[in-house]
Nanobody, 117 residues
């Protein structure tokens, strides 16, 4: 069983920055694909950014150039640095881990990010 705990959310003004962190349990997580999703009110949950075990990254078009995902396998953490935040980035952000064989995945409880003046 993998447990994921997000932190770092909050209220920030447009143009500001936040850094989200996801702390994961489990010694084999270095082999897992890790990702950040978000869900805004009334909308479906969407993939924001992902990072493979080898360090390859993916970003959705809406955050490319503004967000950076990184992982520290020694600490079992994955971070999301969010810069130049916009009101449309407001959402609950979730951390997710996918097993290497794709047979299982786990979600964190989510952390709220609100971008507003």
């Amino acid at each position: 069983q993998v447990q994921l705990v997000e932190s770092g959310g909050g209220l920030v003004q447009p143009g500001g920055s936040l850094r989200l962190s996801c702390a994961a349990s489990g010694s084999l997580l270095r082999f897992y694909y890790m990702a950040w999703y978000r869900q805004a009110p009334g909308k479906q949950r969407e993939l924001v950014a992902g990072i493979s075990a080898a360090g390859s990254t993916y970003y959705s078009d809406s955050v490319k150039g503004r967000f950076t995902i990184s992982r520290d396998n020694a600490k079992n953490t994955v971070d999301l640095q969010m810069n130049t935040l916009k009101p449309e980035d407001t959402a609950v952000y979730y951390c997710r881990s996918d097993s290497p064989d794709g047979g299982s995945y786990y979600w964190g409880q989510g952390t709220q990010v609100t971008v507003s003046s």
